[in-house]
Nanobody, 127 residues
């Protein structure tokens, strides 16, 4: 069974940076065939797309609210995907989830197409 484990969340102040990591319990070969994504959710709100990256890292997409501030990347040798978050704002507060699915023609921003999910890591940005 594929397991995703997020780490790196915490409490920071406005303007600070954090880097989230998501490690997947598969071989490097299998990981290299997965599209990966980050979503976030705040109590009372729907899950929101944050960023996605293709299996080889050559294609990325970002949610409008994080463009220019967040960067998604992956290290297939380490079986890990990262989310570098800069210039954090209180609106970035939420539980951040890592998601994976078998690589497709293009990466997706829709949470419903992702098959595997982590338990989430809390990010809190104070004003």
């Amino acid at each position: 069974q594929v397991q995703l484990v997020e780490s790196g969340g915490g409490l920071v102040q406005t303007g600070d940076s954090l880097r989230l990591s998501c490690t997947v319990s598969v071989s490097e070969r299998t990981f290299s065939s997965l599209d990966m994504a980050w979503f976030r959710q705040t109590i009372g709100k729907e899950r929101e797309f944050v960023a996605a990256i293709s299996w080889g890292g050559g294609s990325t997409q970002y949610g409008d609210s994080v463009k220019g501030r967040f960067t998604i990347s992956r290290d297939n040798a380490k079986i890990t995907v990262y989310l570098q978050m800069n210039s954090l704002k209180p609106d970035d507060t939420g539980v951040y989830y890592c998601a994976a699915r078998a690589a497709w023609k293009s990466i997706s921003t829709q949470d419903g197409v992702y098959d595997y999910w982590g338990q989430g890591t809390q990010v809190t940005v104070s004003s």
